[in-house]
């Protein structure tokens, strides 16, 4: 069964500009969640997914957004891009969002670098 | 909210000693308690998970994680160290007051040195 998969993998932009992260989750995996990792703050919720519905956000500002297709795929979207963006954006996915005891399966993440 | 705690920044093992990374948690009622390993530039795997059950929980690679009520804790450990073991370790709780949604430690770095 193939893994959680994020596109692209590497990216530069500069700031003021807009981009979008995609992210397939595990064929099956209804529940997608995208996390921001850097240095200084560790891993951050961004916000989840579950049936093409956002469940929750994290305390991220309005730049951020994202959405989920039907078939469980989704994509994020920062806009208005600043330097403070540069991060590894984690995509996760599981079964179920409401079930405690599934675990997360995380994709290799896409490094945003922001000039 | 619930959330785990990761006392130590750094830990350093020589090669076959055993290793200890240490999470105490903060939840109420019964906790998921989850540990994940991140090796550089790439996503955290998923290594153990303590639902319910025996407090010993065995996961991937050889590790494992006690749980331990009393004292809140839930530390990973292994019995010889391998120098691939090398990488940042999170321990997780699943909070689920709050959507469930997966809150994560600051992170380990284990370094297991020749």
């Known amino acids: 069964k193939a893994g959680v998969t994020q596109t692209p993998r590497y990216l530069i932009k500069t700031r003021g500009q807009q981009v979008t992260l995609s992210c397939s989750p595990i064929s099956g995996h209804r529940s997608v969640s995208w996390y921001q990792q850097t240095p200084g703050q560790g891993l951050q919720f961004l916000f989840e997914?579950?049936?093409?519905?956002?469940?929750n956000k994290g305390n991220f500002p309005g730049r951020f957004s994202g959405r989920q297709f039907s078939n469980s795929r989704s994509e994020m979207n920062v806009s208005t891009l600043e330097l403070g963006d540069s991060a590894l954006y984690l995509c996760a996915s599981s079964l179920v969002s409401r079930q405690g005891n599934n675990e997360q399966f995380f994709g290799p993440g896409t490094r945003l670098t922001v000039l | 909210a619930q959330s785990v705690a990761q006392p130590e920044d750094q830990v350093n093992v020589a090669e076959g000693n055993p290793l200890t990374v240490k999470c105490t948690y903060s939840?109420?009622?019964?906790?998921?308690l989850f540990w994940y390993v991140q090796y550089p530039n790439r996503g955290l795997q998923f290594l153990l998970k303590y639902i319910t059950g025996d407090n010993l929980v065995k996961g991937s690679y050889g590790f494992e994680a006690e749980f331990n009520k009393s004292q809140t804790s839930f530390h990973l450990k292994k019995p010889s160290a391998l120098v691939s073991d090398s990488a940042l370790y999170f321990c997780a709780v699943r909070d689920i007051y709050n959507n469930n949604d997966m809150r994560f430690g600051a992170g380990t770095r284990l370094t297991v040195k020749p």
């Open positions: 939840v109420s009622g019964n906790p998921y």
């Open positions: 997914y579950f049936s093409e519905t956002q469940r």
